[in-house]
């Protein structure tokens, strides 16, 4: 008798933008998931340490992440519905922890750890969301997503698996928005002009959704489109990849 192999276990990396401004993408994560045929976990976890990373603060750095290796040990795959995080995992933790104790965990988490549709493509191999949404969408790619995470073509290819679908690509789809975690804090002028290019590019498309796999992006994005009355919506793409189209669009609603 053939025994049924196991299914994969994936831990979902929730991230903290999606915990505390838009719960509905980690359930999304986790139907996509699902759906692609793991058993999912959703570990007791913290921020991946990020902020302070880009802040300098190497130390408290390192105390935050520690507490991510003991929380994603184990784990057969950490899924995260981001690049900036995935991207911290992936690229900077090895560094972060490099000679120390925890140098062999950083390294290990790292070499698990992956972007949502990243992951989906190219692990769990989906050929068949069954996803419709009747619009056109344009995307808009992260920095962090496009030179720590690996991804670009991955969102296309399974935007192309939803049903009514049509991708609309802006002039400038690989150029930062100007949220850049902390640099929109430190930099509040400079990051405001170039979320207003960002979103220029963005209507220009004709398109009546911008999507991203960043929280931070879309947040940035959001915000400006609905400061100059926009009615372009913006959604994480994880959203429209489960086939959530009733979850109100970032911003909507809200002063």
């Not at 979902?12 to 793991?38: I, N, Q, Y």
């Not at 972007?115 to 808009?140: F, I, M, P, S």
């Amino acid at each position: 008798m053939t025994e049924t192999p196991a299914k994969p276990c994936a831990a979902l990396m929730v991230t903290c933008l999606v915990d505390l401004f838009r719960p509905s993408v980690g359930f999304a994560a986790v139907k996509l998931l699902e759906d692609a045929g793991c058993v999912v976990e959703v570990p007791l976890q913290s921020c991946c340490g990020q902020p302070a990373y880009n802040a300098g603060e190497r130390d408290k750095a390192r105390d935050v992440a520690r507490t991510m290796l003991d929380a994603l040990e184990g784990f057969e795959h950490v899924v995260a519905p981001s690049g900036s995080c995935a991207g911290m995992v992936v690229k900077h933790y090895p560094e972060l922890f490099e000679g120390t104790a925890d140098e062999v965990r950083a390294r290990d988490l790292a070499d698990r750890t992956w972007e949502l549709t990243r992951y989906l493509v190219e692990v769990a191999g989906v050929t068949d969301l069954g996803a419709k949404l009747d619009a056109t969408v344009t995307l808009h790619d992260s920095c962090s997503c496009l030179r720590e995470a690996g991804v670009r073509d991955q969102p296309r290819a399974l935007l192309d698996q939803v049903e009514g679908v049509a991708v609309t690509e802006a002039a400038d789809r690989e150029v930062c928005c100007g949220f850049g975690g902390t640099f929109a804090a430190k930099y509040p002028a400079i990051s405001s002009a170039m979320a207003r290019d960002k979103a220029d590019r963005l209507e220009e498309t004709g398109a009546a959704i911008a999507l991203a796999a960043d929280m931070g992006c879309l947040l940035n994005i959001a915000g400006t489109l609905k400061r100059r009355g926009s009615a372009m919506q913006v959604r994480h793409i994880a959203e429209v990849l489960a086939g959530d189209t009733t979850t109100p669009a970032i911003g909507e609603g809200e002063p």
